[in-house]
């Protein structure tokens, strides 16, 4: 083959020396690129806030138990000052209930009551005595609580009055002389408390009992309140710089990605449109050219010249067409032809045959080109077959169709195939067997199918023949022909067993194109 005709085909697919293109699946993902700068912001924000409320957390508890723990040891400090303010030598002088609010009581409940004043978060201070292993109140601060809150309800402790439910943190202390904390707040409806307790020694430093001072917990849950207001402060304000940051990342990458959408676009578009044009040509090529002969064409193949030891030719003719169409316009007659000719392109397909030309009203098929193709044969008997079914189909509505048939002729032999031609190139068949099948054509009769010998010899046990005997054949001599009536056995034709339907043109060019 010439150099133009590659030249030619090579033209339908790009240069390796032009920019690389995207393809179809890279487009297709070029589409939602404005998406990803909103994934990529959110990603930035949700980090960011997540740490920062982490860092939020972690701030407020270690606040928090850093306010508690300053808490109880001002709690403790307080129990010490407090139990250091008891005399304890004359504590164990109180008794007695009768000595409720006498002169000895209130001497020793003075301190108490001067050291409750200086500290407005205490709420109560009192001392107990454990006797017979009893707790009993001895006394306490209930006067300056009954001054300084007028509506608490509250009485004095009587001395000896019996304790209920004391706290164990409390018996501990009064038992092994240990400075004790309650474990938990404990709330009432007069607010949340929390107690300490510190042993009273006398002067042979003896434990006689034990000073109970009782925590408002109202000023450290303010100090709490304002920790965590701090800190939430400070995590809405990070939440508030990084949805800043975001939407600043968001702006910023969506013009970048947009503008490189519109690039992926572009070229895309231009990508699919080659596609396309490939496709196409790749599809004229393949219905142009045998499967084969159209991949070595592409792959830059220059001479295209085979020899095949077997195949099977097929002229078909419309007999009587010059006297049919010679009413007809230039049109009809157009159309009609288009209408059996394309009956015979989609047998040919049906039964994987090559149509190789039309030359005027007659159409010539071959099968065989492809190698170990060894039932090419049954496959043109049952196309010729089915050609005469067809045309009978066409023309039994058309006036005037007396003098106008079919005729068929089929040779079976060696040929040379190859392409031709520098700018219309065209594939073709040269043989004696083309010009047998030629002739079997021409001396067929009306409706017939004439075929040569070593066509009959290899479908004689398929299909039934009428032996026409020996005709004299132009250029040939005398020749020995047969009829091919129909098959011997099996569905009606255009259903035969073992015959694959699909569409062989289809299979090639999807094929070639993957070549």
């Known amino acids: 083959m010439q150099t133009q005709t590659n030249s030619r085909i090579s033209d339908t697919t790009p240069s390796s020396q032009e920019k690389k293109i995207p393809d179809a699946d890279e487009a297709k993902s070029a589409k939602p690129l404005g998406i990803a700068p909103l994934r990529e912001a959110l990603l930035v924000w949700i980090s960011i806030t997540l ?171 303010a100090r709490i309140n304002e920790v965590f207001a701090i800190c939430l402060s400070e995590f809405l304000l990070v939440v508030l710089l990084t949805t800043i940051m975001a939407v600043v990342i968001h702006r910023s990458r969506s013009r970048s990605l947009c503008h490189l959408s519109r690039m992926y676009g572009r070229q895309a578009k231009y990508q699919n449109e080659i596609e396309e044009k490939n496709r196409q040509n790749e599809e004229l090529l393949a219905n142009i050219l045998p499967f084969d002969v159209a991949r070595r064409l592409k792959q830059g193949e220059k001479i295209i010249a085979d020899q095949h030891e077997r195949v099977t030719v097929m002229f078909i003719d419309l007999l009587g067409f010059t006297r049919f169409s010679s009413p007809l316009t230039a049109q009809e007659v157009v159309n009609f032809l288009n209408r059996v000719f394309s009956k015979f392109d989609e047998l040919a397909l049906r039964y994987k045959l090559e149509k190789i030309k039309t030359i005027g009203d007659c159409y010539m098929v071959v099968g065989g080109l492809a190698p170990l193709d060894d039932r090419h044969m049954r496959r043109v008997a049952l196309m010729a077959l089915d050609v005469v079914a067809a045309f009978g189909e066409i023309v039994k509505d058309e006036p005037d169709t007396l003098d106008f048939d079919i005729r068929i002729g089929i040779a079976t032999g060696p040929v040379v195939s190859g392409v031709i031609g520098n700018i219309k190139f065209a594939f073709d068949l040269w043989g004696d067997t083309v010009n047998t099948a030629s002739r079997m054509e021409s001396h067929s009769g009306p409706g017939k199918i004439q075929c040569n010998a070593d066509f009959v010899q290899h479908l004689q046990r398929e299909f039934i023949f009428e032996d026409r005997g020996e005709i004299d054949v132009r250029s040939k001599g005398m020749m020995r022909t047969w009829f091919l009536v129909g098959a011997k056995s099996g569905p009606p034709s255009g259903t035969r067993p073992g015959i694959d339907t699909t569409t062989p043109r289809e299979e090639n060019t999807n094929s070639l194109q993957k070549t």
């Open 51 to 221: 740490i920062a409320f982490i860092g939020f957390c972690i701030l407020f508890i270690r606040a928090r138990n850093y306010e508690n723990s300053s808490m109880e040891n001002e709690l403790k400090g307080m129990a010490l000052i407090a139990a250091n303010l008891v005399d304890g030598d004359r504590m164990k002088e109180l008794t007695d209930d009768a000595q409720t609010g006498g002169e000895l009581y209130n001497d020793i409940s003075d301190p108490l009551v001067r050291f409750h004043r200086s500290v407005p978060s205490l709420f109560y201070v009192s001392t107990v005595r454990m006797v017979d292993g009893q707790v009993h109140h001895v006394l306490g601060t209930a006067r300056y609580v009954s001054d300084m809150r007028p509506g608490t309800p509250l009485n004095r402790n009587r001395v000896m009055q019996p304790y209920e439910s004391p706290d164990p943190a409390l018996i501990e202390t009064l038992k092994h002389h240990h400075l004790n904390i309650t474990k938990r707040s404990s709330t009432n409806k007069f607010g949340v408390f929390k107690g300490a307790y510190a042993p009273i020694y006398d002067s042979r430093h003896e434990a006689t009992g034990a000073v109970c001072v009782v925590l408002d917990m109202k000023e450290y849950n």
